[in-house]
């Protein structure tokens, strides 16, 4: 027989026959249950492997690729110092409420530094209209607001470079109030700074935007006039000055001539 063992035994009862006894024995059916069973584990072996491969794509769609953007959003923050980037919120899980928090903090982070970057301008900008404010102040006269000696002093030198270097003339005329302390004794001190203070207006309405006026100190005045041809545009320009001085000044109802 295939696939089994077969046997054959007489009977005997008395030294006589009486029949023949036939046993068959067969591993058929155990081989068919093994294949059964092997089936059977190959089966649950492939469903089993089939879920782990859908858990693993589920876990790498639901969790791996979140966090792997949220690190690639934080590694090019800190590369960059670029606080305007964000994370994609991607649900409404914990991955999701990660980005949100992530992005959040990005956003208050972004905004401090933005408050904090426009305060620093404001503090720059204070610092330099105070800075040009005190340059100012050293450079010019409180009183009349007409460059003072120090930056007559600072320019002059270059003035004569130019004069030299281009072979242009320039005259320096230097103008004294007379009898001005004797207005100041008589009429006050206030008087005489509002004087000043004309007489500083009018200068600067006869000179042209190349040449400089400044107060020298008391009621002593300089004035630089560049670019002459000739000496006798110097003479000229006198002549205007002392023609804007015959005008009486008025002050406080009072007609002075200087």
């Known amino acids: 027989k295939h ?6 035994q007489p009977i005997r009862h008395h030294q006589q026959s ?13 081989q068919r249950q093994v294949v059964d069973s092997i089936q059977g584990f190959l089966l649950v072996f492939l469903v089993v492997g089939a879920i782990a491969l859908w858990v693993t794509v589920q876990l790498r769609k639901t969790i791996t690729r979140p966090l792997l953007k949220l ?3 934080s590694q090019a923050v ?6 305007s980037l964000r994370a994609d919120v991607t649900g409404n899980d914990e991955l999701g409420q990660l980005a949100h928090d992530f992005n959040r903090m990005l956003e208050q982070i972004e905004n401090r530094d933005k408050i904090l970057e426009s305060t620093v301008q404001a503090r720059t900008s204070e610092l330099q209209d105070l800075a040009e404010d005190f340059r100012h102040r050293a450079l010019h006269d409180a009183l009349t607001g007409l460059p003072n000696r120090a930056l007559l002093v ?6 004569i470079d130019k004069a030299n270097e281009e072979g242009v003339k320039f005259g320096l005329l230097l103008i004294d109030l007379d009898n001005f302390k004797v207005i100041n004794d008589t009429l006050g001190h206030e008087v005489g700074d509002d004087l000043l203070k004309i007489i500083a207006s009018r200068l600067i309405g006869v000179i042209r935007k190349q040449d400089f006026v400044c107060r020298l100190g008391g009621d002593e005045f300089v004035l630089v006039i560049n670019n002459l041809e ?12 002392m023609a804007a001085f015959k005008e009486p000044c008025v002050i406080q109802g009072q007609q002075l001539d200087i």
């Open 3 to 8: 696939n089994g063992v077969y046997v054959s």
């Open 18 to 30: 009486v029949g023949v006894l036939h046993l068959y024995a067969s591993n058929l059916q155990v």
């Open 154 to 159: 600072d320019r002059f030198q270059g003035w």
């Open 71 to 73: 690190n690639h959003v």
């Open 230 to 241: 000739v000496v006798s545009d110097l003479e000229k320009k006198a002549e205007s000055i």
């Open 78 to 83: 800190i590369k960059t110092g670029d606080y």
